[in-house]
T-cell receptor
Framework: EPEVTQTPSHQVTQMGQEVILRCVPI?????FYWYRQILGQKVEFLVS????????KSEIFDDQFSVERPDGSNFTLKIRSTKLEDSAMYFC????????????FGQGTRLTVV | SQKIEQNSEALNIQEGKTATLTCNYT??????LQWYRQDPGRGPVFLLL?????KEKRKERLKVTFDTTLKQSLFHITASQPADSATYLC???????????????FGKGTKLSVIP
């Protein structure tokens, strides 16, 4: 069964460093998302991406964050200068055109900022 | 702004019984509502979607109801098994979803434990 894959599964970085989280969405999907979940809290929307541009972003997604779809398969989230409060599980998700409301999530990248 | 509440943080039930989880929402009239399952350290997994014009939807041992007057959805697992133990998340379309973005707003979830 097709799935969303994320790498790495765990990333430890020093405060102030840049990180890039990578995702390979399901191949025929058109809508792409990043969510995050701080430990013990709810899953929160960060950004959606459609037709090679950001279609919506939340208040969390400030200038420190950026997304890119550099080729036909990868979808990345970059955090330019990480803060301690960026420590969370980051989930990539995608959905297809016909069942666009149903999101398929990856297994997540646990980001730890020290 | 929209708010989602899932009534209990944790629910313990005996194997074989029916688990009932509640999701309430305010300040919103969603066109649909979804339920996801999340295991520890894993991403949410889609279970069911119910639209505003549907009262009930079933999938195997799962049943979801949607009462737009009460602004409430109930999620039932019949003949529960220990393997059903997980956190169950209620999700609504995000505030600005549509036109290229179908993002979700999640509740905090209810952690279900099915005791053998």
């Amino acid at each position: 069964e097709p799935e969303v894959t994320q790498t790495p599964s765990h990333q430890v970085t020093q405060m102030g460093q840049e990180v890039i989280l990578r995702c390979v969405p399901i191949s025929n999907h058109l809508y792409f998302y990043w969510y995050r979940q701080i430990l013990g809290q709810k899953v929160e929307f960060l950004v959606s991406f459609y037709n090679n541009e950001i279609s919506e972003k939340s208040e969390i997604f400030d200038d420190q964050f950026s997304v890119e779809r550099p080729d036909g398969s990868n979808f990345t989230l970059k955090i330019r200068s990480t803060k301690l409060e960026d420590s969370a599980m980051y989930f990539c998700a995608s959905s297809e055109a016909l069942e666009r409301y149903q999101a398929f999530f990856g297994q997540g990248t646990r980001l730890t900022v020290v | 702004s929209q708010k989602i509440e899932q009534n209990s943080e944790a629910l313990n039930i005996q194997e074989g019984k029916t688990a009932t989880l509640t999701c309430n929402y305010t300040n919103y009239s969603p066109a649909y509502l979804q339920w996801y399952r999340q295991d520890p350290g894993r991403g949410p997994v889609f279970l069911l979607l119910i639209r505003e014009n549907e009262k009930e939807k079933r999938k195997e041992r799962l049943k979801v109801t949607f009462d737009t007057t009460l602004k409430q959805s109930l999620f039932h697992i019949t003949a529960s098994q220990p393997a059903d133990s997980a956190t169950y998340l209620c999700a609504l379309p995000g505030e600005y979803s549509g036109a290229g973005s179908y993002q979700l707003t999640f509740g905090k979830g209810t952690k279900l434990s099915v005791i053998p």
